[in-house]
């Protein structure tokens, strides 16, 4: 298993309190579940690994880039989708996928397969008039543009209804199969739509330990 994503030293505090204190982790090709209670520090870990929070240790994607000296590098390779992503309210799904499609170099085409794939009908209304699975359905297409080697999906199903989920697991399968590893937190589990699972890992004690493999 080549090595796609390894961390060494991860420290990551807020003031005093620390959160993460993960001595040595790291994952090749798969799609990995992380588990974790309410306040474990998911969403902080998957923050930290998008290079959104400053941190002490070091982060390196495919053998080669680390986030510190290759930070450009790094954020092409890896997308985030957050939990409970917040836009600016006049902005609108049509604004913030033109702005990320070009910064991630999306190839030509991808920002339309995935509005289709996940029935963003709504490309000219604010995010301040949108619902929160509306949101939600954007920044999950959001985390799929570009050529990632690694998509993060925080609690990817929350607020969306049964056919966007749907749509979601056949982008994932798509993906994973061009080569993509995935990073999915959440309290339902994804077996039952047809998702091969890699491993599991627990974010307990500020650290992560594997509780099965398949």
């Known amino acids: 298993m080549s ?9 990551q505090r807020y003031d005093d309190f620390e959160i993460l204190n993960i001595d ?25 690994i998008a290079g959104m929070l400053p941190y002490t240790g070091s982060l390196t994607l495919d053998g080669k880039f680390d986030l510190k000296k290759h930070p450009v590098d790094f954020r092409l390779r890896l997308n985030l989708g957050e939990a409970e992503p917040l836009y600016p309210s006049f902005l609108t799904p049509a604004d913030l996928l033109e702005f990320v499609a070009e910064a991630k170099q999306s190839p030509a085409g991808q920002t339309a397969m995935l509005v ?33 080697s690694v998509i993060i999906l925080d609690e990817p ?10 749509a979601l697991f056949k982008l994932i399968k798509s993906y994973h199969a061009d080569g993509v590893t995935f990073l999915l937190s959440s309290h339902e589990t994804f077996q039952q739509d047809g998702l091969d699972i890699s491993a599991t890992y ?6 992560l330990m594997q509780v099965s493999e398949q």
């Open 24 to 48: 040595s982790w790291e994952i090749g090709y798969g799609i990995f579940w992380i588990q974790g209670e309410n306040g474990a520090g998911k969403s902080t870990l998957f923050r930290t």
């Open 202 to 207: 627990l974010l307990k004690n500020k650290t």
């Open 157 to 166: 199903l929350i607020t969306i209804d049964r056919e966007a989920r749907l």
């Open 116 to 148: 289709d794939a996940l029935g963003i009908n709504y490309l000219q209304t604010p995010f301040g008039n949108c619902s929160s699975g509306m949101v939600k359905k954007l920044s999950l297409a959001l985390a799929f543009l570009g050529n990632p």
């Open 3 to 11: 090595m796609t994503l390894q961390i060494l030293n991860l420290q």
